[in-house]
């Protein structure tokens, strides 16, 4: 093989800069990537939400009052309520899982999520989707048992 002198190929430098701008670049489409699954995930509980909001005023409606107040399990005196018990049980996007607060145990009605892993920041970005981003005030808020919650009436 005859290699002449003029032919030159990449330095050592030349590639490590090239590897570190890459590295940059797929740091920050990383940090965009989460932003958008996260938001993904949160868009899709606040519609599984109001499913379920729906749903308890349909009851509501039909039956002239709310369910009683249950933990976790959808309140077993709501017989007929079209909600499906496996979207109940999953967990929120949140973390954590849904839970009816009836108005026999509160002073008010609503749907909160006990045991929320997520971090603040994503809890007010689920609050931005669904309501006014202050979580002391509006339907989606942190009410005085440290829950989050939808409240539907109070």
């Known amino acids: 093989?005859?290699?002449?002198?003029?032919?030159?190929?990449?330095?050592?430098?030349?590639?490590?800069?090239?590897?570190?701008?890459?590295?940059?670049?797929?740091?920050?489409?990383?940090?965009?990537?989460?932003?958008?699954?996260?938001?993904?995930?949160?868009?899709e509980m606040a519609a599984t939400l109001g499913q379920f909001d729906r749903e308890f005023e349909i009851w509501k409606q039909a039956n002239g009052r709310y369910p009683n107040d249950s933990h976790i399990v959808l309140p077993p005196d709501a017989t007929g309520l079209a909600i499906n018990r496996t979207d109940w049980a999953k967990k929120t996007g949140l973390g954590g899982n849904w839970n009816w607060e009836g108005p026999d145990g509160y002073s008010y009605a609503g749907i909160s999520i006990v045991g929320i892993t997520a971090p603040e920041e994503d809890i007010m970005q689920f609050d931005t989707i669904l309501d006014d981003g202050n979580l002391s005030s509006g339907k989606f808020r942190k009410t005085p048992n440290g829950r989050y919650t939808y409240i539907m009436d109070e």
Request: net charge positive.
């Open 1 to 43: 093989m005859n290699v002449t002198r003029n032919q030159r190929g990449f330095t050592l430098l030349e590639l490590m800069v090239v590897v570190a701008i890459i590295g940059i670049l797929v740091i920050a489409g990383m940090s965009s990537y989460r932003q958008f699954v996260v938001r993904s995930q949160l868009t």
